[in-house]
């Protein structure tokens, strides 16, 4: 719960003004304790005296430390009022005494004779001590209260960063899990309105299959973290329109959906994988190109294959698709997940995601960007 700067104030001000008369009255005690072995003589104020005299200052001391949170310290001239404050709480420390023995005195007429007046050649050296006594005090109740000011304003401030921080990494995730190429999407329509007047039947299905597609693009665009059959399902779907688009030249190997370990992935984190796998696989020649995806969950650990075959090392190389799942694997895992892509071969490339077998999630998970 968040408090108000006034409720924070007097909970911080009023236990070390407790503190601070509590000290002075057992101080004064003591020492009137080792004076009355020599006189009888009535050298301290009394303890009722000195009570009265702190709660006379506690207001003065609040106004001013309140005053003082708002200066602060810079410029100088700020500074400056922070003395003038400090000094003129010391300074009314005396005439609060004064006050307070004055009340007493008042008092004690209704039974007892009153007491002779302060000796005015001692007021000057009362003072003064009194003056340094409580300027020390002031000193050490404001260090406490600015050093909690300063702790709260950074404690909000890291509150805030970390809040900006959220919105960055969700924003970055929402663009990174939307980031299906435009070029495939045109190609795909393209091949569509091709077989339109040839295989129309062919064309109807690739609409529908099409607009599967785009919807489970939008449902896992809203999400940041999905089932691994709904990933395997979206990424049969998406082959599936290669294959019709490229009639016999690209051959598939997927995992079956619903045989897979029941954990979450981060949403649409094999489809630039596999996108990937899809352009360079069939760049640069004729030839079939075979694509698997394999899926295996080793104790707690999660791994990722895309494995296609290419003409040569110059035809695959790291681009969007891959910086795109390294860049999400950071935001959602930190260093715990990472992916691994390189020729095993003269002909067959493979890229690999390693990141935490999530069995299950938190009712705040969904919501999160990093994983805990």
């Known amino acids: 719960m968040h408090r108000s700067p006034l409720t924070t104030l007097l909970l911080i001000a009023t236990p070390f003004w407790l503190y601070v008369t509590l000290s002075d009255v057992l101080y004064a005690y003591s020492m009137q304790v080792n004076v009355a072995q020599v006189t009888n003589a009535s050298v301290f104020a009394p303890w009722g005296e000195r009570v009265l005299q702190h709660a006379l200052l506690f207001p003065v001391l609040l106004i001013c430390f309140w005053w003082s949170l708002r200066l602060g310290w810079r410029p100088v001239r700020r500074a400056a009022a922070q003395l003038v404050l400090a000094a003129g709480f010391a300074a009314l420390s005396y005439w609060a005494m004064e006050l307070a023995d004055q009340v007493f005195r008042s008092l004690q007429l209704l039974s007892h004779p009153p007491s002779p007046g302060q000796d005015a050649t001692a007021i000057g050296p009362l003072w003064i001590a009194s003056f340094i006594k409580f300027a020390l ?12 000011s300063l702790y709260r304003r950074v404690h909000d401030s890291q509150l805030r960063v970390a809040a900006l921080e959220r919105e960055s990494s969700a924003a970055r995730l929402a663009v990174l899990r939307m980031q299906l190429s435009p070029h495939t999407l045109f190609n795909l329509l393209h091949t569509i309105r091709g077989q339109i007047d040839w295989q129309p039947r062919l064309a109807r299905s690739m609409v529908v299959q099409l607009a599967e597609l785009l919807r489970r693009l939008l449902n896992a665009g809203q999400r940041d973290f999905s089932p691994l059959a709904d990933e395997l399902r979206f990424a049969r779907l998406y082959l599936e329109l290669q294959q019709q688009r490229f009639a016999d030249r690209i051959d598939v ?7 897979q370990a029941n954990v979450w992935v981060p949403s649409l984190i094999l489809q630039p994988l596999i996108e990937n796998a899809v352009v360079h696989g069939l760049a640069g020649h004729d030839e079939p190109v075979s694509i698997a995806v394999e899926a295996e969950v080793a104790t707690d650990t999660l791994i990722l294959r895309v494995i296609n075959n290419t003409r040569g090392l110059a035809a695959q190389r790291e681009g969007i698709g891959l910086r795109n799942v390294r860049e999400r694997l950071a935001v959602q895992f930190g260093g715990r997940a990472s992916l691994r892509a390189e020729s ?29």
Do not use: K
């Not at 190997?253 to 045989?259: K, S, T």
């Not at 999530?358 to 994983?371: A, C, G, I, M, N």
């Open 137 to 148: 005090a002031y000193g050490f109740g404001l260090a406490l209260v600015t050093g909690f």
């Open 253 to 259: 190997a997927l995992p079956e959906p619903d045989a």
């Open 344 to 372: 095993i071969n003269a002909t067959t490339w493979v890229a690999e995601v390693t990141m935490p077998a999530l069995r299950e999630l938190s009712p705040q998970q969904p919501d999160q960007q990093r994983v805990a």
